[in-house]
Each structure stands twice: as structure tokens, then as C-alpha cells.
């Protein structure tokens, strides 16, 4: 069984910082791409960012700039440093992964439970 813990969600002033981790563990073969997705409220949920390796990173247009993601293969954990955050960014915000439990099977998508951000004006 896989499981992807969150943490590092809270309250911030806009302008400010916060740093959002999160570790998969369990029955892993392999990770291919990790990421953060969130949902705010009345909003569908949205990419955020996702890293398969340092050449290969994306970003949601909205966060461009200010976020940085970033990963542990050694650890399989996957951080996402928010600055200049400010109160759109407010959200759940989940980490996702896409997971080989056993070799020779296909890859699944893995979700946490989420962590809450919320940023105040």
C-alpha cells in the first residue's frame, strides 16, 4: 500500500512564505512524476507543479515565479517553496505522485490528503 503524507500547510500574511513537503511511502517500485495540485473554494482543482527531473519541471501560470518545487529521489519526497504568496493562493493543496508499486506494472496516481494554505490580506 502507497501513501503520500503532506505537510507544512498554515496561515501566512500575504507576502510571505511557506514551505509544503510531502513523503511517499509504502510498497514502491518507482516514481515517475511528483507534484502539487490545489483547489480553493468554489474552484476546480488545478495544477500547481509537477517535477520529473530537474529538466524537467512545470508550472502553473499563476505561480510562476514564486514557487518552487523540488525532490528527493533518495527520500522520494517532493517540497514546494511558496514566496510572495498572496490571498488567490489560498487553498487545499495536494501532493500527487505517479507510482510503480511492483516492477512490470503500469504507473497510478497517488494523492494526499491535503494541507490547508491560507493566505490573509
Known amino acids: 500500500q502507497v501513501q503520500l503524507v503532506e505537510s507544512g500547510g498554515g496561515l501566512v500574511q500575504a507576502g510571505g512564505s511557506l514551505r509544503l513537503s510531502c513523503a511517499a511511502s509504502?510498497?514502491?517500485?518507482?516514481?515517475?512524476?511528483m507534484g502539487w495540485y490545489r483547489q480553493g473554494p468554489g474552484r476546480q482543482r488545478e495544477l500547481v507543479a509537477t517535477?520529473?527531473?530537474?529538466?524537467?519541471?512545470k508550472y502553473g501560470d499563476s505561480v510562476v515565479g514564486r514557487f518552487t518545487i523540488s525532490r528527493d529521489n533518495a527520500k522520494n519526497t517532493v517540497s514546494l517553496q511558496m514566496n510572495s504568496l498572496k490571498p488567490e493562493d489560498t487553498a487545499v493543496y495536494y501532493c500527487?505522485?505517479?507510482?510503480?508499486?511492483?516492477?512490470?506494472?503500469?504507473?497510478?496516481?497517488?494523492w494526499g490528503q491535503g494541507t490547508q494554505v491560507t493566505v490573509s490580506s
Open positions: 509504502g510498497n514502491i517500485y518507482s516514481i515517475s512524476a
Open positions: 517535477i520529473r527531473n530537474s529538466d524537467n519541471i
Open positions: 500527487n505522485a505517479d507510482i510503480t508499486p511492483t516492477s512490470g506494472w503500469h504507473p497510478a496516481a497517488y
